[in-house]
């Protein structure tokens, strides 16, 4: 089976960083398109940041400049650097694998695009 385990959430104060972490077993995600989604209370899953199976990288406006997303291939594993962290930025933070290649920029932000999902890691930022 696979399975998509996300780690290294916390609560941190304005401008503080965190890397989060999502272990692939089962899959491997240098083969595929790779994405971090979050989601507030009340509001719609969002993505975030995604690579490819070439590691072009796609970011969401709102935290460009600030996440960057990696991925280790020996590991198995992807990760999403975030600095410089915000209150707007608290979420839970999903990882997903999608059955493609390549990330397109007119899918890549779409939760349907992704086949298989982690149970996410919960981000809390405070001012």
């Known amino acids: 089976q696979v399975q998509l385990v996300e780690s290294g959430g916390g609560s941190v104060q304005s401008g503080g960083s965190l890397r989060l972490s999502c272990a692939a077993s089962?899959?491997?995600?240098?083969?595929?398109?790779m994405g971090w989604f979050r989601q507030a209370p009340g509001k719609e899953r969002e993505g975030v940041a995604a690579?490819?199976?070439?590691?072009?990288?796609m970011y969401a406006d709102s935290v460009k400049g600030r996440f960057t997303i990696s991925q280790d291939n020996a590991k198995n594993t992807l990760y999403l650097q975030m600095n410089s962290l915000k209150p707007e930025d608290t979420a839970m933070y999903y990882c997903?694998?999608?059955?493609?290649?390549?990330?397109?920029?007119?899918?890549?932000?779409?939760?349907?695009?992704?086949?298989?999902w982690g149970q996410g890691t919960q981000v809390t930022v405070s001012s």
């Open positions: 997903a694998a999608a059955a493609y290649k390549y990330c397109p920029g007119s899918w890549w932000t779409l939760p349907s695009y992704y086949r298989y």
């Open positions: 089962g899959y491997r995600l240098s083969s595929s398109c």
């Open positions: 690579i490819d199976s070439v590691r072009s990288t």
